[in-house]
């Protein structure tokens, strides 16, 4: 899972953020890394799982202390605690242009109206948007 949502990642990326230090956020934060993310943030409310997070290249932070400054300078967010309430805190993180994605949550989440494995990324979606408009498949 981790690796097909590392495949395309916004130009440039710089900075992600990895909502949960569980087996997948270890696994998510080593494949950003490895791909020359230079800045990796790792959070959970978990502070044994966070304390294994620096040994893969990323920062530590608790989720209920999500720096503020990361709002709006993330370029990707990855949700993979699966559970849909942080998906909100990674899109507000996002940069204009960035992306998100959300592995497959263990429960059905409410108040969140998309597939978990669709990526946000608002370039293409502007651009997508633009071809239908113009009658283009």
Do not use: W
Not at 58 to 74: Q, T, Y
């Amino acid at each position: 899972l981790s690796l097909n949502a590392t495949e395309e990642l916004p130009k440039p990326c710089r900075i992600a953020l990895v909502q949960g230090a569980g087996l997948l956020g270890v696994y998510t934060c080593a494949l950003l890394r490895e791909k020359g993310v230079g800045t990796v943030y790792v959070s959970d409310l978990d502070a044994a799982r966070l304390q294994m997070i620096e040994r893969f290249g990323g920062i530590p932070i608790d989720a209920n202390a999500v720096p503020r400054e990361l709002d709006g300078a993330v370029d990707a967010a990855f949700e993979v605690a699966g559970h849909p309430g942080l998906v909100p805190a990674g899109i507000t993180a996002l940069r204009a242009g960035g992306g998100a994605d959300a592995l497959p949550f263990a429960a059905r989440p409410r108040g969140i109206y998309f597939r978990p494995k669709v990526v946000y990324d608002r370039a293409r979606s502007d651009a997508h948007l633009q071809v239908k408009k113009q009658g283009k498949k």
